[in-house]
Every structure is written in structure tokens, then in C-alpha cells.
């Protein structure tokens, strides 16, 4: 367990004795001193050698009370570990084999922890008996063997505890022995200074002694106290993790279970065998089909290939016939543009012979229409003339001069028209 001593030394030289010693002599080359010979720790430490005693048992203890409180930090990190997987159900005894190698993947200074061990101790019980019957019996076996241990590791403190007052009591009948011893009655009288001064010695060593007894009980009511709610903090997280986890099954049913694993395994061992002449028996035909598949592949890819030969055949001579056909479609292209162009030319010369018609009659129009504008103004000369003879009644001049300007305009457009009619 974490309190039991590790040390590989004999268990009279053990490592806080070892320690206490070192200190004690420290302490004592530290008080005989002469800046500390006038103080009071030295009065009550130095006068007698009971008193060497009594610090020596005091300093031990105290180291032993150090060296176990040492360990609570290590016990505290261990109960915030999660030691066991995740309960699902009601799981199987055999399910306590893959938590014991859940909880051997630990670190070593966790599995020697109190609660390492405990669940160490009460999977490897699972294992042993192959069920849970009994195992709440076990728990609480296992929890009385760590509240005994925690009992025992603080012995040595007990002992000191009981044992200093002993001391200081011997202290005082020394010092009141060594006062009284050979005096009479009236030496007594005379020497009553030096007597009271051995009685106070003698309850010098007293108090010191009940002084290091109280305090050394008051450590060791903190300790025991503090590893007592350890201990029972681990009683009751392993009681929760393994308690009503695993099945429960009677141990009158081992040997049947025993033999009924057997025969399920020989089962087992059969339906391999048999599985694994089916998977071979697959696996030849599955080689057989594929090395049908590979010559049905060489086939058509040979076919393939034949195919592809006659496939390009037919296409060089399509490219042939092709080529020949562009050819003759280009040369008739090349026939019909020579003959557009030519066409082209005509239409062009045709354009231009159109285009000086057109600007004779364009010349031809201007002169019509400056004719239409002297017969517009004519015509408004005529009305007027009109109504001037309408109104003088003189119709019949207006006759003659009208006939006479009628024959003019003949007379003055009959050049126009021949030459029009000559063009």
C-alpha cells in the first residue's frame, strides 16, 4: 500500500529515522549555540537528558507525520483519474480482463496509488473466481485492510504520543531524586535554592514533554483524519465502478460454463475451418473466372483491334474520296467566281452607262421644271388677264394674245423636245 515504507533499508535504519537523526543533531548544534544559550528554547531543551530524548522523539515523529502527509497529493491526483472505461450495462465477467488492461495502461506511480491497488486487487479477484458473487464481500475486506493500515502507519506517532509524558514524568522523579537524595532535614533548609531549582528543572522537563505530546496528537488527528476521507472516498468510487457492473453468476455453474465455453470454442474452431475451405474454394473459382475474363479480354481486345483496322481503312478511303470531291467542289467554286467576276464587270460598266442617263435626265428634269415655273407664272399672268377682260369685255383681244403666247411656248420648247427625243 502507498503508507507501507519502500525503503530498502533495515526497518531500525529506516529513512525518517534516518532523517529525525539528521535533524536532531542539526537542531541541538543549532541551540548550543552562544547567541541561543539565553533563550528559553534552550532552557527547556538543554538542562537534562531527558530532554535530549524527548526532542529526538518529538523530531522523529514529526518527520514520520511529513513523510505520510507527503503522499496525499499523489492519493488526491488519483482519485480525479478515471480508472475504469465507461459502464455500459450490465457487461460480462470476461469484460473484467479489458479493464484490468485499461487499467494497466496507466503510469506506475498511479497504479501503486491506494486506489490503483484497490481496483487492481478487486479485478484480479473477477478474474480468479470468474464471477461476481462475493464480490461486495471482497470490497469491504478490502476496505477494512486499508482502515487497518491507516491505523497502523501512525504506530510510531501513538507510541510517541504515549510514551514523552513517560519521559517528562521520569524527568521530574530524576530531577526530584537527584534534589532530595541524601539531604537531611536541615540540609534541605540550607540548600533550598538549589533544591527549588532542581524542582523546577524536574517541571521544566514535564512541560516539555506534554508540549510535544500535545502537538504531536494534534498532527496526528490531522493525518489519520485527512487519510481516513481518502480511504473513504476510495470505498466509495470503487463500490460505485464495480458494484452491479459485471454479471452475476453462481459459482456451482463454473464447471458447466467451463465446459459450455469449451464446446463453443471447439464450434468456433470448426466454423473457422469450415469458413476458411469456403474461402479457399472462392478463391480458386474467383481465379478461374479471372483468368476466363483475361482470355474473353484478349479476345475482344484482338477483335477490337480488327475492327479498328477496318474502321481506319474505310476512313483513309472516305478521307480519299473526300479530298477528290473538295478538289472538284474547289475548282468549281474557282469556275463560277472567274465567271461572277466577269458578270460583275458588265453590271459595273451597265451601272456606270446608267448612272450618265440618269444625270442627262437629272439635267433634263431641271430644265422641265424651271419650264413648269414660267408656265406656274404664266398661269397666275393669264387668270389675271382673264379677269381683267372678264371685266373690260374685251374677251376677244384676250383671245388673239392668248393664241399668240401659246404658239411661242410651241415655238420655244420644240428645240428641247428633239433633243431629248435624239438622246
Given at each position: 500500500?502507498?503508507?507501507?515504507?519502500?525503503?530498502?533499508?533495515?526497518?531500525?535504519?529506516?529513512?525518517?529515522?534516518?532523517?529525525?537523526?539528521?535533524?536532531?543533531?542539526?537542531?541541538?548544534?543549532?541551540?548550543?549555540?552562544?547567541?541561543?544559550?539565553?533563550?528559553?528554547?534552550?532552557?527547556?531543551t538543554?538542562e537534562?537528558?531527558?530532554?535530549?530524548?524527548?526532542?529526538?522523539?518529538?523530531?522523529?515523529?514529526?518527520?514520520?507525520?511529513?513523510?505520510r502527509?507527503?503522499?496525499?497529493?499523489?492519493e488526491?491526483?488519483?482519485?480525479?483519474?478515471?480508472?475504469?472505461?465507461?459502464?455500459?450495462?450490465?457487461?460480462?465477467?470476461?469484460?473484467?480482463?479489458?479493464?484490468?488492461?485499461?487499467?494497466?495502461?496507466?503510469?506506475?506511480?498511479?497504479?501503486h496509488?491506494?486506489?490503483?491497488?484497490?481496483?487492481?486487487?478487486?479485478?484480479?479477484?473477477?478474474?480468479?473466481?470468474?464471477?461476481?458473487?462475493?464480490?461486495?464481500d471482497?470490497?469491504?475486506?478490502?476496505?477494512?485492510?486499508?482502515?487497518?493500515?491507516t491505523?497502523?502507519?501512525?504506530?510510531?506517532?501513538?507510541?510517541?504520543?504515549?510514551v514523552?509524558?513517560?519521559?517528562?514524568?521520569?524527568?521530574?522523579?530524576?530531577?526530584?531524586?537527584?534534589a532530595?537524595?541524601?539531604?537531611?532535614?536541615?540540609?534541605?533548609?540550607?540548600?533550598?535554592?538549589?533544591?527549588?531549582a532542581?524542582?523546577?528543572?524536574a517541571?521544566?522537563?514535564?512541560?516539555?514533554?506534554?508540549?510535544?505530546?500535545?502537538?504531536?496528537m494534534?498532527?496526528?488527528?490531522?493525518?489519520?483524519?485527512?487519510?481516513?476521507?481518502?480511504?473513504?472516498?476510495?470505498?466509495?468510487?470503487?463500490?460505485?465502478?464495480l458494484?452491479?457492473?459485471?454479471?452475476?453468476?453462481?459459482?456451482s455453474?463454473?464447471?458447466?460454463?467451463?465446459?459450455?465455453?469449451?464446446?463453443?470454442?471447439?464450434?468456433?474452431?470448426?466454423?473457422?475451418e469450415?469458413?476458411?475451405?469456403?474461402?479457399?474454394?472462392?478463391?480458386?473459382?474467383?481465379d478461374?473466372?479471372?483468368?476466363?475474363?483475361?482470355q474473353q479480354?484478349?479476345?475482344?481486345?484482338?477483335?477490337?483491334?480488327?475492327?479498328?483496322?477496318?474502321?481506319?481503312?474505310?476512313?483513309?478511303?472516305?478521307?480519299?474520296?473526300?479530298e477528290?470531291?473538295?478538289?472538284?467542289?474547289?475548282?468549281?467554286?474557282?469556275?463560277?467566281?472567274?465567271e461572277?467576276?466577269?458578270q460583275?464587270?458588265?453590271?459595273?460598266?451597265?451601272?456606270?452607262?446608267?448612272?450618265?442617263?440618269?444625270?442627262?435626265?437629272?439635267?433634263?428634269l431641271?430644265?422641265?421644271?424651271?419650264?413648269?415655273?414660267?408656265?406656274?407664272?404664266?398661269?397666275?399672268?393669264?387668270?389675271?388677264?382673264?379677269?381683267?377682260?372678264r371685266?373690260?369685255?374685251?374677251?376677244?383681244?384676250?383671245?388673239?394674245?392668248?393664241?399668240?403666247?401659246?404658239?411661242?411656248?410651241?415655238?420655244?420648247?420644240?428645240?428641247?423636245?428633239?433633243?431629248?427625243?435624239?438622246?
Amino acid at each position: 500500500m502507498a503508507g507501507a515504507r519502500k525503503s530498502g533499508l533495515p526497518k531500525v535504519l529506516d529513512l525518517p529515522l534516518a532523517v529525525a537523526a539528521a535533524l536532531t543533531f542539526g537542531f541541538y548544534w543549532v541551540i548550543t549555540q552562544e547567541a541561543m544559550k539565553a533563550t528559553l528554547l534552550h532552557r527547556y531543551t538543554t538542562e537534562h537528558t531527558v530532554e535530549y530524548i524527548i526532542v529526538g522523539f518529538f523530531i522523529w515523529g514529526l518527520v514520520d507525520a511529513a513523510f505520510r502527509v507527503l503522499a496525499f497529493p499523489r492519493e488526491t491526483l488519483a482519485l480525479k483519474q478515471a480508472w475504469l472505461p465507461p459502464r455500459k450495462g450490465r457487461e460480462p465477467i470476461g469484460a473484467a480482463a479489458s479493464c484490468s488492461a485499461y487499467l494497466q495502461r496507466k503510469p506506475l506511480w498511479l497504479q501503486h496509488s491506494r486506489i490503483g491497488l484497490r481496483f487492481t486487487q478487486a479485478l484480479a479477484f473477477l478474474q480468479e473466481k470468474g464471477s461476481a458473487d462475493g464480490l461486495a464481500d471482497y470490497l469491504q475486506l478490502l476496505s477494512d485492510q486499508d482502515h487497518d493500515e491507516t491505523q497502523t502507519n501512525y504506530g510510531l506517532i501513538r507510541f510517541i504520543c504515549w510514551v514523552t509524558p513517560m519521559f517528562g514524568f521520569l524527568g521530574t522523579v530524576v530531577h526530584f531524586g537527584t534534589a532530595l537524595s541524601g539531604q537531611t532535614a536541615g540540609e534541605i533548609g540550607d540548600k533550598l535554592p538549589t533544591v527549588v531549582a532542581e524542582m523546577g528543572t524536574a517541571f521544566n522537563t514535564t512541560t516539555v514533554a506534554l508540549t510535544a505530546a500535545t502537538t504531536m496528537m494534534f498532527c496526528l488527528f490531522l493525518c489519520e483524519r485527512t487519510e481516513r476521507g481518502i480511504v473513504h472516498i476510495i470505498d466509495q468510487r470503487v463500490r460505485g465502478e464495480l458494484l452491479n457492473r459485471f454479471e452475476v453468476a453462481e459459482a456451482s455453474l463454473g464447471p458447466f460454463l467451463a465446459a459450455l465455453e469449451a464446446a463453443n470454442q471447439t464450434t468456433l474452431r470448426a466454423l473457422d475451418e469450415t469458413t476458411q475451405r469456403q474461402i479457399d474454394a472462392w478463391a480458386d473459382a474467383l481465379d478461374r473466372l479471372h483468368a476466363e475474363h483475361e482470355q474473353q479480354a484478349k479476345w475482344q481486345a484482338q477483335a477490337w483491334l480488327e475492327s479498328l483496322e477496318k474502321l481506319e481503312g474505310r476512313f483513309e478511303t472516305n478521307d480519299a474520296e473526300r479530298e477528290k470531291r473538295l478538289a472538284r467542289l474547289l475548282a468549281t467554286m474557282d469556275a463560277q467566281r472567274s465567271e461572277h467576276r466577269g458578270q460583275m464587270q458588265a453590271s459595273a460598266e451597265q451601272l456606270a452607262a446608267l448612272q450618265a442617263d440618269f444625270a442627262r435626265m437629272a439635267g433634263e428634269l431641271a430644265g422641265v421644271a424651271s419650264g413648269e415655273r414660267d408656265l406656274v407664272r404664266l398661269q397666275a399672268s393669264l387668270a389675271e388677264n382673264l379677269k381683267i377682260l372678264r371685266e373690260t369685255q374685251q374677251i376677244d383681244h384676250a383671245l388673239h394674245g392668248l393664241t399668240a403666247a401659246i404658239h411661242l411656248l410651241t415655238a420655244r420648247h420644240q428645240p428641247a423636245i428633239k433633243e431629248s427625243r435624239a438622246a
